[in-house]
Structures are given as C-alpha cells and as structure tokens.
C-alpha cells in the first residue's frame, strides 16, 4: 500500500495497479485511450481506499459500495460510475486469479440507476407542418412515399421496423397491412405481437396517393407497401433519410427521426385524451410504466400553459 496522498495530489500507483494495466496491454492489447480510462478509474480506487483507510486487497463490499456512492455524491453520472465499477470488478478478478484475493468486493455493486431521459416529441404545430410538407421539385413518387410514410408515422406511432414490414395486402405471410376500408394498421410489433391501430384520414390519402405512383417503382412480385429506388422493400435507413430530408425542407427546428414521432403520437394524444391505458394500447407497450414516461412530457405542456395564463404563476 502505498502512503497516503494529499487530496489533488496524483498519487503514485500501486503495484498492483501497475501490474494489472501492464497486463490489460499485453494480453488483453486495450487500445491507448482505454488503457488511460482504466487508470484513471484506478487512481480513483486507490484514493477511495487510501481515504478509508483499507489496502486494496483487503477492500470488502461495503467500502466498495461507499466508494461508488461517494462517487456518485461528486456528481459523476450514473453512467460513469458503471464503467468504473467494471474497471474495478476486473481489477479484483484478476487478483482472484493471481490469488491474491478470495473474493471479488465488486461483483455484487451497481452503479445507481440512470435517469431515463424524456423522449423528445414535436410540438403539435410543427408535427402538422411536417406532414403537411409537400417538397418541390424532386420525383413524384419519391415525394408521395416520403409525405405517405410520415402522414402514417405520426397518424399511428408505428415503430419504424413495423413500418418498414407493411405489404400491399394482407396476404398469407404477410407482416402487417393497411386496411383502408377499417382505416387501420395492423402491424407486427415486439415480441412478434400484432396489434391493430386506427389510420388517420389525410394518412390514407397520402398511402392512397403513394399507392399510385408505387407500381412505377416495384419489382414485379414486391409485395412490400413501400419501396426504394429499386423496386425492393424500403429499408429502415431510407426512412430515417427520407423523414430527415423532409424535416430539413419544412424548416423543424431540431433533427427528426422515426421515433420522434412516434413520440409525438403518444404525447399528442395523451395530452388531448388523458387515457394512459389507451395510449399504452396503441403504442404496443408490454409494460405501462414504458407509457408512463408520456405522463411527463404531459404535465410539461401543462406546466407551460399554466404559466402563460395564471396571474400568479409568471416569474418575474
């Protein structure tokens, strides 16, 4: 064990710590950049310890778990408190097996538990802007498939994968179709669960708009709803591609993607229903806790509402 340093002091590496970098170059061949954050995580290690008053072979779980909560109080993400812990966990199951201790102190501590952050949804005035896009100049059947794909994302919430495996007609083997007469979805989502969502009407304009351009670009025997350049079912990419063009060309004041409006989906229609358990339904969430995450962005938009009409709310 080394003498204890002053605090911002670096103090001089353990033995072991050397030897156990020394072996993560050679044998483990860890790339520079990872070989400094593994001893950066070390130094810390050794300054918990040294603090305690514990040599790092003697170390328990207990003084790990404090060392990971005093990181933790310094205001070091959940995150990076995780890669710590398992640059330590290594640590001490390599001393293990150079036997120099019995039991790894690491193995049963985990990092606190990240914060989920919000998904970011379009306001309402700007989902319908984007839909109601209409680009100018480029391939009319390029332009009817992009305004059919996001009039659908945003009309349903469909997952960009459920999307993507839609077929003209519900034919055998099919993964999921449009039903225009029950101005309805039905998809194939997670876990291979189908589920039927409601099509809006300009959602099935614009499919029924696509829908007339589509045999100019298909293979003969595609079955997909939508295809690329190349007559071949359109890939989850060519979306993202697509929706990003179009969101540049509508002026969105932030990057947009397939999730982000099926985000707006399912906040738009909880703030204006307030059923949970619907949304929960439409969106095709096993667990309503995944839903919940809506509540938030919810009370936001009534957060903002309150403080731009009540009299005593506006801060001055």
Same mark, same amino acid.
């Given at each position: ?6 605090? =911002? ?9 050397? @030897?156990? /970098? ?22 810390? &290690? ?30 070091? +993400? %959940? ?7 398992? *640059? ?8 293990? @097996?150079?036997?120099? $201790?019995?039991?790894?102190?690491? +193995? ?7 914060? @989920?952050?919000?998904?970011?949804? /379009? ?29 659908? &994302?945003?009309?349903?919430? &469909? ?8 077929? !003209?007609?519900?034919?055998?083997? *099919? ?5 225009? *007469? ?5 998809? /194939? =989502? ?24 589509? =045999? ?22 060519? !979306?993202?591609?697509? /929706? ?13 993607? %397939? ?33 919940? $995450? ?7 938009? &009534? ?9 005593? *709310? @506006?801060?001055?």
């Amino acid at each position: 064990m080394t003498s204890a340093s002053k605090p =911002g002091e670096v103090p001089a590496i353990d033995a072991d710590i050397v @030897r156990h /970098l020394g072996w993560l170059r050679v044998e483990r061949r860890l790339a520079a950049r990872s070989l400094v954050l593994y001893e950066a995580a070390f130094v810390h &290690l050794q300054r918990s310890a040294e603090a305690t008053g514990v040599a790092l072979r003697e170390a328990q779980m207990h003084h790990v778990r404090r060392w990971a909560a005093q990181r933790h109080s310094s205001g070091l +993400a %959940p995150r990076s408190i995780a890669l710590e812990l398992s *640059a330590w966990r290594g640590f001490y199951r390599w001393l293990g @097996r150079e036997g120099f $201790v019995g039991a790894n102190p690491v +193995a049963g501590v985990r990092a606190p538990r990240a914060a @989920r952050p919000l998904p970011k949804a /379009l306001s309402v005035d700007h989902a319908v802007a984007l839909v109601q896009h209409r680009p100018e100049g480029g391939d009319p059947a390029l332009v009817a498939r992009d305004v059919a794909i996001a009039e659908l &994302l945003y009309s349903s919430g &469909l997952r960009v994968g459920e999307l993507v495996g839609l077929d !003209v007609s519900a034919a055998d083997g *099919a993964a999921g179709w449009i039903d225009a *007469a029950d101005a309805a979805a039905h998809v /194939l =989502g997670k876990g291979s669960k189908r589920r039927s969502v409601p099509v809006g009407a300009p959602a099935l304009q614009a499919i029924a708009a696509w829908l007339g351009h589509r =045999g100019g670009l298909a293979n003969p025997d595609e079955r997909a709803l939508f295809v690329g350049t190349r007559g071949g079912r359109v890939t989850a990419s060519q !979306v993202r591609a697509g /929706l990003k063009a179009t969101a540049i060309a509508a002026g969105m004041p932030t990057h947009v993607h %397939p999730h982000m409006l099926r985000h707006s989906f399912a906040s738009h229609l909880l703030q204006s229903s307030g059923d949970l358990r619907a949304v929960q339904e439409l969106l095709g969430h096993a667990n309503i806790q995944t839903t919940q $995450v809506y509540t938030k962005l919810d009370f936001g938009h &009534l957060s903002k509402i309150y403080d731009a009409a009540h009299p005593r *709310a @506006r801060r001055k």
